[in-house]
């Protein structure tokens, strides 16, 4: 696929994960304001109480009212976990948690296998450097769609383009070797991605069996 096609079928898939979540996010505000209009109503009576001058109260109590209920509606919407999200690391540009898969692996848990990868895209590009996003397309493409060369790109962009620990370096390069020999039906095609393991993991044991399936592999093309 050329990648300005691809470029614009992320930015695609992209918008129609967003949007609602937009709405909802727009939800939320309007309703956070009319609980601030109703807290305007009670800062009307605290200023004819003689509690606060006209002014004041209205400010106040609409400040009141509208946290009130922005609190209540992302409880019931989003959990604790967001709301902790939204006040202590607003702009993304702290230490954020762990992200959370969930959306796409419920969309997968679903079977809305496209919807998955479009979310995955969507987390792809809030988390550029985790692996994981680029693991959901790359194993949704294998094991539900059996595009098995889509597959394939997308393991290996994991390893190309994300930041890796060994294991899961080794784990991805298997992956693709696993795709070469049983799925595509290619298996002279692992050998280069066995060699791979042999080179960069020369004194882990996955080196060895690296070895002993290149020589198989060999010996089975020279028969």
């Known amino acids: 696929m050329p990648p300005t ?3 614009y079928e992320d930015r695609a898939l992209q ?3 967003d949007a609602p979540q937009r709405l909802l996010a727009i939800g939320t505000l309007a309703h956070s304001a009319l609980g601030g209009l109703v807290g305007m109503v009670a800062g009307l009576g605290l200023a004819y109480a003689g509690r606060w001058s006209g002014p004041v109260g209205l400010v106040i109590g609409f400040l009141i009212g509208f946290v009130i209920a922005f609190v209540v509606i992302t409880l019931s919407r989003h959990g604790a976990a967001s709301l902790a999200g939204m006040i202590f690391n607003p702009s993304g540009e702290s230490t954020p948690s762990k992200a959370d898969y969930s959306y796409p692996q419920s969309l997968t848990a679903r079977g809305h296998y496209e919807e998955a990868i479009g979310a995955y895209l969507v987390c792809r590009t809030a988390n550029p450097q985790d692996s994981e996003p680029y693991l959901g397309i790359a ?3 294998r094991d539900h769609l059996e595009a098995y060369n889509e597959a394939l790109r997308w393991f290996k962009r994991a390893r190309s383009e994300s930041a890796l ?3 899961r370096e080794m784990l991805i390069t298997r992956e693709i070797i696993e795709l070469y020999t049983r799925r595509i039906g290619d298996p002279q095609r692992a050998i280069p991605e066995l060699a791979r393991l042999v080179d960069r993991f020369p004194h882990d044991p996955v ?3 690296a070895k002993k399936e290149i020589v198989r592999l060999r010996e089975a093309s020279s028969e």
């Open 15 to 17: 918008r129609d994960v």
């Open 5 to 7: 096609k691809r470029v």
């Open 139 to 141: 194993r949704l493409y």
């Open 207 to 209: 080196s060895e069996w």
């Open 165 to 167: 620990t060994r294991a």
